[in-house]
């Protein structure tokens, strides 16, 4: 079945992280004219929308995503006026702009709490979540960015706790309160009405919450993600803020779900619901964790058949209603051709475009975190000083506290540690990649020297890059890759991923190996059929004849089926 065509179903997206994209004042940070300056780059990629991660006022205890001030913009990054330009610059290369919507909790340092925390009938009291102390210590609950995990913090003017998913400077917004909901659609209207053109929207099934506070039910004991992201009222609200908001522009939205899985899906997404368009499931990022440990890699390798059933089963789930997001990476994670490929001399070149090839032939709207286009990969810090990240930074300090040995943890770190993803854009071979003339606040990967980075990439006609643009135009002219069927061939196999897209009389095949090895496979109902090569990320085509099929290390081709 085809589904309604739309622009942010067939558009591609490219994440920016600001801080690391783009330095122009010279202070070792990205700023907005950053991002300005780098538009004809953006808009000669074939990308059509930038998710922009927050550049809000913000202390910067969470890098931006504790926000002190929702419609100003961070002095390090610029200004209003900046912004202005931005948008304006983007809208005139036909460019859409979504903006990071994070309304789960403020910065402490947000008017709101400051008020909030001053008296106990402050006007702004109860916008966020008190437990008197005279009532005992409040129920557990756990935070990500607590040095003790602990999610409630003692406030001596209050003789209170207040509640903090994340860490204690990001204080959890109240939604049961009516004023805090109307406060945050109008701020969105504010952005909407500015221009811009969608939201994506984090953490977003944590915003509603039992406000008795119950003791956590033993099964999320370990688990608690679940937990937050099945609030009472959270549909209620989305649909809210819907009609209140979202339905009086043509924007888009994408919902971040931890703690969402496939039967819930369609609650968020089904159209009929009203509520979102799309949304980041969290299957595939715990792929390679260790069971319910967000942020411990697992000791044994993942199994490609484990990452087709993920596809293929969220494929499945959207195959009527809703419509999923694609995406390998994020500033939450390690760089995607270290995670899902093998960023190995020999296996770079071949596992990042096979997995650009596999972004761009899946069904659901494509979202490439910056610096993929060019295969940047993980930085693997041997050392604490080096990290910048919160989340490794509290957890490191907890381990001390414990006295437990901290050299299993920073070897976890190399391969799981946000910092990866968020290391200075590769612009050039210079000092500091072209990103800042100062010391950039995270270093740069020493590899921008070895070819990796876009100026020479650009040169080059078999880079990385230039494999990318040419795989973002056929997904742009073949409509059959973006709204046809998707099906799973050779299920079981641990080599190779093969699928067909099919929409009306157009079929294509897509053959991707995750293998070191040469792989071969047979798929007998192509036999006879005319196969028109469209791309191979390799020099040959992997058909051999009568349907055989080799493919070598990595290789990736899309085959055009009459
Ligand atoms: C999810 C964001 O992606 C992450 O970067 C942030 O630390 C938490 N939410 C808290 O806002």
């Known amino acids: 079945m085809k589904q309604s065509r739309t622009w942010w179903k067939e558009g591609i997206v490219y994440q920016i992280y600001p801080r690391s994209f783009q330095d122009t004042t010279g202070n070792g940070v990205g700023d907005i004219q950053g991002i300005v300056k780098r538009l004809d780059y953006i808009k000669r990629l074939g990308i059509d929308i930038i998710w922009l991660c927050p550049v809000y006022q913000s202390p910067n205890d ?33 460019l859409k702009l979504v903006m990071d919507l994070v309304v789960n909790h403020t910065s402490d340092e947000h008017k709101w709490f400051q008020e909030s925390r001053k008296s106990r009938d402050n006007p702004y009291r109860d916008y966020y979540h008190w437990w008197p102390a005279e009532n005992g210590k409040p129920p557990k609950r756990f935070s990500y960015f607590d040095v003790d995990g602990n999610a409630w913090k003692y406030d001596e003017p209050t003789d209170s706790y207040y509640l903090h998913y994340f860490s204690v400077k990001q204080p959890d917004l109240k939604w049961e309160n009516p004023k805090v909901r109307q406060e945050i659609y109008d701020m969105m209207h504010f952005w909407f009405k500015k221009g811009v053109d969608g939201f994506r929207m984090d953490v977003i099934p944590f915003i509603s919450k039992d406000t008795s506070y119950p003791e956590l039910p033993d099964e999320y004991n370990g688990n608690f993600i679940p937990f937050y992201a099945n609030g009472p009222k959270l549909h209620e609200y989305l649909h809210e803020m819907n009609k209140e908001v979202l339905s009086k522009y043509d924007i888009m939205t994408v919902g971040e779900t931890p703690g969402v899985d496939r039967d819930q899906a369609l609650l968020f997404v089904d159209e009929d619901r009203e509520e979102l368009n ?3 499931h969290f299957e ?9 440990e967000v942020f411990w890699m697992r000791k044994d390798p993942w199994k490609l058949s484990e990452f087709k059933k993920i596809h293929s089963d969220w494929d499945e789930t959207f195959a009527k209603k809703g ?8 500033h939450d994670n390690p760089r995607t051709v270290s995670r899902w490929g093998n960023d190995s001399p020999e296996h770079w070149y071949n596992s990042a475009t096979m997995l650009h090839t596999f972004l761009l032939t899946m069904k659901g709207t494509p979202y490439f975190y910056y610096g993929d286009e060019i295969g940047m990969t993980n930085i693997r810090f041997d050392n604490i000083d080096d990290y910048q990240d ?18 299993t943890f920073i070897a976890n770190e190399k391969d799981a540690s946000r910092d990866n993803g968020r290391t200075p854009m590769q612009w050039d071979a210079s000092e500091n990649a072209g990103f800042s003339k100062k010391k950039p606040w995270l270093k740069v990967h020493p590899n921008h020297k070895d070819g990796l980075n876009v100026a020479e990439q650009e040169k080059d006609k078999s880079s990385v890059l230039n494999y990318f643009k040419k795989m973002v135009q056929i997904r742009k002219t073949h409509l059959g890759l973006v709204y046809g069927n998707y099906q799973l061939l050779v299920k079981y196999s641990e080599e190779v991923y093969a699928y067909t897209r099919s929409m009306d009389s157009e079929n ?5 190996s995750f293998s070191e090895q040469k792989a071969v496979i047979q798929l007998t109902d192509f036999m006879g059929k005319e196969m028109k090569l ?15 099929f080799e493919l070598k290390p990595y290789q990736a081709c899309v085959y055009k089926v009459d």
């Open 508 to 512: 294509y095949l897509v053959l991707l």
């Open 278 to 280: 799309m949304f980041f």
């Open 534 to 548: 469209l791309i191979s990320n390799d020099t040959n085509s992997a058909l051999k004849d009568n349907a055989n």
């Open 323 to 330: 419509w999923g997001s694609m995406f390998l990476s994020n």
């Open 284 to 292: 595939l990022m715990s792929l390679d964790r260790d069971g319910d």
């Open 390 to 407: 919160i989340n490794t930074l509290n957890r490191y300090e907890l381990l001390k506290q414990q006295g437990i040995n901290t050299e």
């Open 62 to 94: 969470d890098n931006g995503y504790d926000i002190s001030d929702y419609q100003n913009i961070m002095d390090e990054f610029g200004t209003m006026a900046d912004f202005d330009e931005l948008l304006e610059e983007m809208h005139r290369r036909d």
